[in-house]
């Protein structure tokens, strides 16, 4: 009966001294944990959100005031710059695959794709060679590192021969 008093309704979950699961107490702690993040994460986002609002909003009021050939120019400056910065994320996203594939073909690790990638190829190239230098100096480093120790000493003359298997065969 005392052992069925101390056990709780989970499996193996026991009670602790104030009466409560230990099981129960993990739940809570994460679910604290999880509430924590997710309150950090939603207050980011309306603060990104607000100033959003606030940026349009000011932009709205300049292109109020502005003449129809001035909120042209502006729109037109806008698509461009976005235009751009689109152009740039592909191109940069472009390079990173290239410089994966070259990795891959090379049998590097492809998760340094973003550190070695370039818009120019000559450039990546060389990067790749750099990367790929260090990498093997690194691999070689760690190997030697492993492998430090004493080289097993194994000797063929007759005379030191003890092996009483060896000396029955007549080696």
Same mark, same amino acid.
């Given at each position: 009966?005392?052992?069925?008093?101390?056990?709780?309704?989970?499996?193996?979950?026991?009670?602790?001294?104030?009466?409560?699961?230990?099981?129960? &107490?993990l739940?809570n702690?994460?679910?604290?944990y999880?509430?924590e993040?997710?309150? =950090?994460?939603?207050a980011?986002?309306e603060?990104? +959100?607000?100033?959003?609002?606030?940026?349009?909003?000011e932009?709205?009021?300049?292109?109020?005031t502005?003449?129809?050939?001035?909120r042209?120019?502006? &729109?037109?400056?806008?698509?461009q710059?976005?235009?751009e910065?689109?152009r740039?994320?592909?191109?940069?996203?472009?390079? &990173? +695959?290239?410089?994966?594939?070259?990795?891959?073909?090379q049998?590097?690790?492809?998760n +340094?794709?973003?550190?070695?990638?370039?818009?120019?190829?000559?450039?990546?190239?060389? =990067?790749?060679?750099?990367?790929?230098?260090?990498y093997?100096?690194a691999?070689e480093?760690?190997?030697?590192?492993?492998?430090?120790?004493?080289?097993?000493?194994?000797?063929?003359?007759?005379?030191?021969?003890?092996?009483? +298997?060896?000396?029955?065969?007549?080696?």
């Amino acid at each position: 009966m005392d052992e069925k008093k101390k056990q709780g309704t989970l499996n193996g979950d026991t009670k602790n001294e104030n009466g409560g699961h230990k099981n129960d &107490e993990l739940k809570n702690l994460i679910a604290g944990y999880v509430a924590e993040a997710i309150k =950090n994460e939603k207050a980011t986002w309306e603060k990104d +959100f607000s100033d959003r609002i606030v940026s349009e909003r000011e932009d709205a009021a300049k292109m109020a005031t502005m003449s129809a050939e001035d909120r042209a120019k502006a &729109e037109m400056d806008k698509r461009q710059k976005d235009f751009e910065n689109e152009r740039q994320q592909y191109v940069s996203e472009r390079a &990173e +695959f290239e410089a994966a594939k070259e990795l891959a073909a090379q049998n590097l690790p492809v998760n +340094f794709a973003r550190m070695v990638a370039d818009a120019d190829k000559d450039i990546m190239a060389e =990067n790749i060679e750099r990367f790929k230098a260090e990498y093997m100096k690194a691999i070689e480093s760690g190997l030697s590192e492993r492998l430090k120790g004493v080289p097993p000493k194994i000797s063929r003359e007759k005379e030191n021969l003890t092996d009483p +298997f060896l000396s029955g065969l007549g080696m």
